[in-house]
């Protein structure tokens, strides 16, 4: 199954990357790996600049951790893959945008792994939970990450009760770029990859070193990084041919045309 639990098909830069596990699109060691090695070889192809996740079917997005799995010797502790959990949450250096388009039911290990994206757009259909609690475990990602994202009682709201959100809720608390009526996912899930994929990719790697080496920084520690040019990514932006096409562009009033270097 894990051969076909993972699709692939390219646009340009652009990667769309489909689990697909029926019934709940759950995720095995085996499938995790797989996931991993998935968005390592994008994030090492030069010529790809953004990436979708998505799932197969209407139901669910992802349940997470596949306990039937675990039932039969998956241990919770295993070896996940290069990227963590789905292939995601502790791959190092990720310097590229990935997006979210989440269908149906988003829980577990689902949720965790929605958050490990950089953008989330949801179906109105879409539902969030952590369930974990209920099943005597921990939301370990998710008690890491959802504090940080939401206000902290309604994080521990969700993962103290495991109660269920919608989607509406979800994006209230701005945990989604966007909601939409289920048959326009699709639309507007590439409308939104295309047009990250026609920005400077140079820059999106710096944002996002930025961003992750920031987060446990002071202002002035972090700012001071930046500026003496510290982060691999920042410097090479800052010596790069596409740093003057931005400036020349505006300066000619016209559209600049990124080369990535």
Same mark, same amino acid.
């Given at each position: 199954?894990?051969?076909?639990?993972?699709?692939?098909?390219?646009?340009g830069?652009?990667?769309?990357v489909t689990?697909d596990?029926?019934?709940?699109?759950?995720?095995? /060691? +085996?499938?995790?790996?797989?996931m991993?090695?998935?968005?390592?070889?994008?994030?090492?192809d030069?010529?790809l600049?953004? @990436?979708?996740?998505r799932?197969?079917?209407?139901?669910?997005?992802?349940?997470?951790?596949?306990?039937?799995? @675990?039932?039969?010797?998956?241990?919770?502790?295993g070896?996940?893959?290069?990227?963590?959990?789905?292939?995601?949450q =502790? $791959?190092?250096d990720?310097?590229k945008?990935?997006?979210?388009?989440?269908?149906?039911?988003?829980?577990?290990?689902?949720?965790?792994?929605?958050l490990?994206?950089d953008?989330?757009v949801?179906?109105?259909?879409?539902?969030f939970a952590?369930?974990?609690?209920?099943s005597?475990?921990?939301a370990?990602?998710?008690?890491?990450?959802?504090?940080?994202?939401i206000?902290? +009682?309604?994080?521990m709201? $969700?993962?103290?009760?495991?109660?269920?959100?919608?989607?509406?809720?979800?994006? *209230?608390?701005?945990?989604?770029?966007?909601?939409?009526?289920? =048959?326009? $996912?699709?639309?507007?899930?590439?409308?939104?990859?295309r047009l990250?994929?026609?920005?400077?990719?140079?820059?999106?790697?710096?944002?996002?070193?930025?961003?992750?080496?920031?987060?446990?920084?002071?202002f002035?520690?972090?700012?001071?990084?930046?500026?003496?040019?510290?982060?691999?990514?920042?410097?090479? $932006?800052?010596?790069?041919?596409?740093? /003057? =096409?931005? @400036?020349? @562009?505006?300066? =000619?009033? *016209?559209d600049?045309?990124?080369?990535g270097?």
């Amino acid at each position: 199954m894990t051969e076909t639990a993972i699709r692939t098909r390219r646009e340009g830069t652009i990667l769309e990357v489909t689990l697909d596990r029926p019934k709940a699109n759950a995720i095995d /060691l +085996h499938t995790s790996r797989a996931m991993g090695e998935v968005f390592r070889d994008f994030r090492d192809d030069p010529t790809l600049s953004v @990436a979708i996740l998505r799932a197969a079917g209407d139901k669910f997005f992802c349940a997470g951790w596949d306990l039937k799995a @675990a039932a039969d010797g998956d241990a919770v502790d295993g070896d996940y893959g290069v990227g963590g959990f789905g292939g995601l949450q =502790e $791959l190092p250096d990720m310097n590229k945008p990935v997006i979210c388009a989440v269908n149906g039911i988003c829980c577990g290990g689902g949720f965790e792994l929605a958050l490990s994206c950089d953008l989330i757009v949801a179906s109105s259909t879409a539902s969030f939970a952590l369930p974990e609690i209920r099943s005597g475990t921990v939301a370990d990602a998710a008690s890491i990450k959802l504090p940080k994202r939401i206000p902290y +009682h309604v994080a521990m709201d $969700l993962l103290l009760t495991g109660r269920w959100m919608d989607a509406e809720e979800a994006s *209230r608390l701005g945990l989604l770029r966007e909601v939409v009526a289920p =048959e326009e $996912l699709d639309d507007a899930i590439w409308d939104l990859a295309r047009l990250i994929a026609s920005g400077p990719p140079l820059v999106y790697a710096a944002i996002k070193e930025v961003v992750r080496d920031a987060e446990d920084s002071k202002f002035q520690d972090a700012l001071s990084r930046i500026t003496s040019r510290q982060l691999p990514t920042v410097d090479r $932006l800052y010596a790069s041919e596409d740093q /003057l =096409e931005g @400036a020349r @562009a505006f300066a =000619e009033k *016209r559209d600049p045309v990124w080369k990535g270097r």
